[in-house]
T-cell receptor, first 108, second 114 residues
Framework: GIQVEQSPPDLILQEGANSTLRCNFS?????LQWFHQNPWGQLINLFY???GTKQNGRLSATTVATERYSLLYISSSQTTDSGVYFC??????????FGKGTKLTVNP | DTEVTQTPKHLVMGMTNKKSLKCEQH?????MYWYKQKAKKPPELMFV???????INESVPSRFSPECPNSSLLNLHLHALQPEDSALYLC?????????????FGPGTRLTVT
């Protein structure tokens, strides 16, 4: 099945800094989801991105399916951005395959 | 409204208890999922229901029994659990097979087995 690797595993930032999170996957995919899991456990949909670039406020995501990676950009980070970020491409007709996540800590 | 609700938020149960987790969505989605998430790990798929029929069981022990009584509701019945079953249980939904893969997650039930 498809393998998913996320980097870095941990990231510590000062408020206001920018960051880039990476997701590599072993097979070509038609789409991919990015999630933010907040400290209370809620998995929040950030992007559903078949290919190309999408933007939502301070966040944007780019997927280059032919090169098997996706990037999540966070600009002007805030303490509320802290949590774990997961990418998840489909692993079959009904499943998502989650990476191990990037734990982001934004300090005031 | 892209909301999936789960009850209860927290549950503490003994190893001899029987309890149920409930998940509800009113988005007209026809695929619903149960995931288990241990601390510092990604969610692991347990079950998938498509059009109210069980389509995937990821070799989950029989002490976990899913049920999909209608297209909006998904239950997970728990019986004779072990302490290692303590985890965050997440429900998700999706439009349905052959449609968008995008899944929407509920807030989870944090289960502690004593």
């Amino acid at each position: 099945g498809i393998q998913v690797e996320q980097s870095p595993p941990d990231l510590i930032l000062q408020e206001g800094a920018n960051s880039t999170l990476r997701c590599n996957f072993s097979d070509s995919v038609n789409n991919l989801q990015w999630f933010h899991q907040n400290p209370w456990g809620q998995l929040i949909n950030l992007f559903y991105i078949p290919s190309g670039t999408k933007q939502n406020g301070r966040l944007s995501a780019t997927t280059v399916a032919t090169e098997r990676y996706s990037l999540l950009y966070i600009s002007s980070s805030q303490t509320t951005d802290s949590g774990v970020y997961f990418c998840a491409p489909p692993g079959g007709s009904e499943k998502l395959v989650f990476g191990k996540g990037t734990k982001l800590t934004v300090n005031p | 409204d892209t909301e999936v609700t789960q009850t209860p938020k927290h549950l503490v149960m003994g190893m001899t208890n029987k309890k149920s987790l409930k998940c509800e969505q009113h988005m007209g989605h026809r695929a619903m999922y149960w995931y288990k998430q241990k601390a510092k790990k990604p969610p692991e798929l347990m079950f998938v229901y498509s059009y109210e029929k069980l389509s995937i069981n990821e070799s989950v022990p029989s002490r976990f029994s899913p049920e999909c009584p209608n297209s909006s509701l998904l239950n997970l019945h728990l019986h004779a659990l072990q302490p290692e079953d303590s985890a965050l249980y997440l429900c998700a939904s999706r439009i349905g097979p052959n449609f968008s893969y995008e899944q929407y997650f509920g807030p989870g039930t944090r289960l502690t087995v004593t």
